[in-house]
């Protein structure tokens, strides 16, 4: 009887992580504030600022309204499906191959969630045509197992900034 009531959480929150199978909810960015991938990949807390999570293509300074080439890449050793979602705090996204953007937010989508080992996704982002101080990117990223539940995915978290 124990087990069954320790596990009804569980069952009542798995189809959370199932709901969203193409891609994570656009809310769901980690902006202070706003929930992450953590809220429906909940087993483990969420890994942050490992180098298992990079972005790369920031310049050391950001030059209004200048598009900028990134590189998004997750390593995680036994990944069979992996998916991100990215917010700046400004400027707007432009998709590459397997990513939508809304604004000033990109995802992967599902079309380029089978990906072992490695995931690696390219896409552009225009920096405001006011100059900024400092921009920040919210990065979340599941390394996932492929059973279409909440159990068994690595999130990996990260703040990323340029000035």
Same mark, same amino acid.
């Given at each position: !009887?124990?087990? @069954?009531?320790? %596990?009804?959480? /569980?069952?009542?929150?798995?189809? &959370?992580? $199932?709901?969203?199978?193409?891609?994570?909810?656009?809310?769901?960015?980690?902006?202070?504030?706003?929930?992450?991938?953590?809220?429906?990949?909940?087993?483990?807390?969420?890994?942050?600022?490992?180098?298992?999570?990079?972005?790369?293509?920031?310049?050391?300074?950001?030059?209004?309204?200048?598009?900028?080439?990134?590189?998004?890449?997750?390593?995680?050793?036994? !990944?069979?499906? @992996?998916?991100? %979602?990215?917010? /700046?705090?400004?400027?707007?996204? &432009?998709? $590459?191959?397997?990513?939508?953007?809304?604004?000033?937010?990109?995802?992967?989508?599902?079309?380029?969630?089978?990906?072992?080992?490695?995931?690696?996704?390219?896409?552009?982002?225009?920096?405001?045509?006011?100059?900024?101080?400092?921009?920040?990117?919210?990065?979340?990223?599941?390394?996932?197992?492929?059973?279409?539940?909440?159990?068994?995915?690595?999130?990996? !978290?990260?703040?990323?900034?340029?000035?």
């Amino acid at each position: !009887m124990l087990c @069954a009531m320790m %596990l009804a959480p /569980a069952i009542v929150l798995a189809p &959370a992580a $199932g709901a969203h199978p193409g891609a994570a909810p656009w809310e769901a960015d980690g902006k202070p504030g706003r929930q992450s991938c953590e809220a429906c990949h909940f087993e483990a807390a969420p890994v942050k600022g490992s180098v298992a999570l990079s972005l790369a293509g920031l310049p050391a300074k950001i030059e209004p309204g200048h598009v900028y080439e990134l590189t998004l890449t997750l390593r995680h050793a036994g !990944m069979k499906v @992996a998916g991100f %979602l990215v917010s /700046a705090m400004g400027g707007t996204f &432009a998709g $590459g191959e397997g990513v939508e953007v809304e604004g000033a937010a990109a995802r992967s989508t599902l079309a380029r969630a089978k990906q072992a080992d490695v995931a690696i996704w390219r896409f552009s982002w225009r920096a405001p045509e006011k100059t900024l101080r400092e921009a920040a990117f919210f990065v979340s990223a599941n390394a996932g197992n492929d059973d279409q539940s909440p159990f068994g995915d690595t999130i990996y !978290m990260d703040v990323v900034t340029a000035k």
